[in-house]
Nanobody, 116 residues
Framework: QVHVVESGGGLVQPGGSLRLSCAASGSISGIYTMHWYRQAPGNQRGVVASISSSGRTTYADSVKGRFTISRATAKNTVYLRMNSLKPEDTAVYYC??????????WGQGTQVTVSS
């Protein structure tokens, strides 16, 4: 089993920045890809950014140039640096640890609110 924990959410003014952290721990080794998703009220959960075990990154169009996903040396910890935040970035942000055919595991989510 794998335990995924996010942290770093909070309230920030438009134009501000936040950094989210995600740590995965457990009995399965060799994470393939880690993802950040978000879900706003009334919307479906959608992927924001992903980083593979080799460091390849992808981003949703809505966050390109503003968000940066990175991975710690241990590779089971990822970060999401969010700059130039907008009210429409308000959502619960979830981390997903993707082990490929061995399954994937979700954190409990962390709330990000962008408001003046």
């Amino acid at each position: 089993q794998v335990h995924v924990v996010e942290s770093g959410g909070g309230l920030v003014q438009p134009g501000g920045s936040l950094r989210l952290s995600c740590a995965a721990s457990g009995s399965i080794s060799g994470i393939y890809t880690m993802h950040w998703y978000r879900q706003a009220p009334g919307n479906q959960r959608g992927v924001v950014a992903s980083i593979s075990s080799s460091g390849r990154t992808t981003y949703a169009d809505s966050v390109k140039g503003r968000f940066t996903i990175s991975r710690a040396t241990a590779k089971n910890t990822v970060y999401l640096r969010m700059n130039s935040l907008k009210p429409e970035d308000t959502a619960v942000y979830y981390c997903n640890a993707d082990y490929g055919s061995r399954g994937d595991f979700w954190g409990q989510g962390t709330q990000v609110t962008v408001s003046s």
